[in-house]
């Protein structure tokens, strides 16, 4: 079973920047889908940016041009620099591995969330 702990989080005023980072026990598998998803109290948890085995990427609608989200599979650890903060992106924030769509195996690993709070 992969661990992932996330770090990075904390109390930032409007428009400033964030880095988490996500560090996994193990290796992560180059064809792993991993992602960054989000949780504001009361509220469902959201998708926010994915990054997938080729590189490529999706984002929320809500963060895209301010949030980016790349992986170093050497370091087992995944990034989401985060910039021009808005009170809205405060939440908890969950690092997630999945298995590809077509994987024989499936598995979906969770961090324990790290608080990000944007002050007006």
């Known amino acids: 079973q992969v661990q992932l702990v996330e770090s990075g989080g904390g109390l930032v005023q409007a428009g400033g920047s964030l880095r988490l980072s996500c560090a996994a026990s193990g290796s992560i598998r180059s064809l792993d889908v991993m992602g960054w998803y989000r949780q504001a109290p009361g509220k469902q948890r959201e998708s926010v940016a994915r990054i997938y085995g080729g590189g490529g990427t999706n984002y929320a609608d809500s963060v895209k041009g301010r949030f980016t989200i790349s992986r170093d599979n050497a370091k087992n650890t995944v990034y989401l620099q985060m910039h021009s903060l808005k009170p809205e992106d405060t939440a908890v924030y969950y690092c997630?591995?999945?298995?590809?769509?077509?994987?024989?195996?499936?598995?979906?690993?969770w961090g324990q969330g790290t608080q990000v709070t944007v002050s007006s």
């Open positions: 997630n591995c999945k298995s590809p769509l077509g994987s024989w195996r499936s598995y979906d690993y």
